[in-house]
DNA sequence: CGTCTGGTTGATCTAGATCAACAGGAGTGG
DNA sequence: CCACTCCTGTTGATCTAGATCAACCAGACG
């Protein structure tokens, strides 16, 4: 939590008081779109997910949310509902900040709220590249995209064996982010292997050459 | 420029002695991609439209701008390039301040960060809608929901007459908004056309029933 | 006049959506 | 332990939205 270190020992104290500690189970939903916000959220450890439904049942997940991730502090900000669902993908350590908390913390200390706009830039900066993404580019490039991403945060190389990376999410959540359907990336999935830029064995992907990969999706950055 | 309101009348003075007041043709550039950021400007009158090229060629068009608009604030903040370019689409006069006054009124006036705050969060939302609509909806919805959003800002009640809007922007430019080309929207114009939601003659539109319209996008927003 | 740019249409092709079937666990209950 | 169902993932067959390539027309402008 980068905000943080802006902090006081008072406001540091204050905060431990407030705060509410909660773990979410995979699965587990965090808080409702549409719901009205009464809070924010940070992400200690885990990994979690931001779904925006809409009236037809069509779902997207418009945007995972890592370790030092913040949830729902935007509607915090405009004091809307919040606009998507949030859920823990996998077993998700938060910490829970009222909205009554949260504006005393930024009535008293005005570096937190250029955190709060450094963060919302960042994150503004992502979405646009992804929205970019899905303007121009197809399926293939943009499960790319994604996988890269997910290699930044879960993938390692082992000597000996390559680039290796334990997908923490299932294919259907793989589909909702790159927005098509699980069969599409089965295909994808096939394709890319045929082409040797990556091999899959249930939620293990090896890459024989992560240059490929960049090469491939260039464009979206 | 909401921005302004918190100014006191020394910083105001100070913006009216430093900013720098341009006006725009339509079709010249107001910065490119990949500049470094020098400074941010202000939409007062007028169009802009933010463009994103990728290396392969391809360009969207991420964003509009009317008045009240702010360009490039976000790269000043980061002090990264330009992500896209801008450009106005109308006759836009324009209100320059360079990186070192933005950062003197930035320290003098806390308020103002608020204002960027809240204006960065409402970019946000809009961008994080398109990509949902860019993920899962198609062509044809895409169109209407910008067609909607531009009727909002350029359409009127004609009594006797409907409602009218006159396009601002070209046809390319509608497709690069919507992430297809040209083509396409010719044809999705004839099927709008062809069932009764919208007719065209050149750069006016007509909607018959703008409910109807609504109704096709209650998804998007 | 020719040339250019913007827009429309036609013909064709393909990525990807959709519908349906099926295979392997994993859990549940007898 | 088996039978059952549920859930995830994969594959096949088919269909369609939309991309692509090409021709063409109209107005603007030298």
Redesign the interface.
């Known amino acids: 939590m980068d905000e943080w270190h802006d902090l006081d020992a008072d406001e540091l104290a204050f905060v431990t008081r407030v705060k509410r500690d909660h773990v979410f189970e995979p699965g587990e939903v965090i808080f409702h779109q549409g719901a009205p916000c009464d809070g924010m959220y940070w992400v200690r450890t885990g990994l979690t997910g931001e779904r ?1 439904l ?3 049942g ?3 997940l ?1 945007r995972l949310g890592y370790a030092g991730g913040a949830l729902g502090y ?1 509607e915090l ?2 004091g809307k509902p919040y ?1 998507n669902s949030a859920e823990a993908l996998k077993r998700t350590a938060t910490c829970y900040l009222s909205h009554a908390a949260i504006r005393e913390l930024l009535d008293r200390n ?1 570096k937190l ?2 955190r ?3 963060r ?6 992502k ?2 590249k ?3 993404a ?4 197809g399926v293939r490039t943009r499960f790319l995209y994604a996988l890269l991403k997910l290699y930044e945060r879960y993938g390692q190389f082992v000597t000996g064996k390559g680039h290796i990376l334990e997908l923490p999410i299932a294919r259907k959540d793989l589909a909702a982010l ?2 098509t359907g699980p069969e599409s990336i089965s295909r994808t999935i096939r394709k890319l292997e045929r082409d040797r830029i990556a091999s899959f064995d249930g939620r293990t992907v090896f890459f024989p050459d992560l240059g490929a990969v960049q090469d491939e999706i ?3 950055g």
Chains 1, 2 share one sequence.
């Open positions: 925006r809409d009236p037809d069509e779902m997207a418009v935007q900000l405009t606009r005005t709220r250029d709060f706009l450094q919302c830039v960042r994150d503004h900066e979405t646009e992804n929205l970019v899905a303007l121009n580019r790159v927005g260039h464009n979206v």
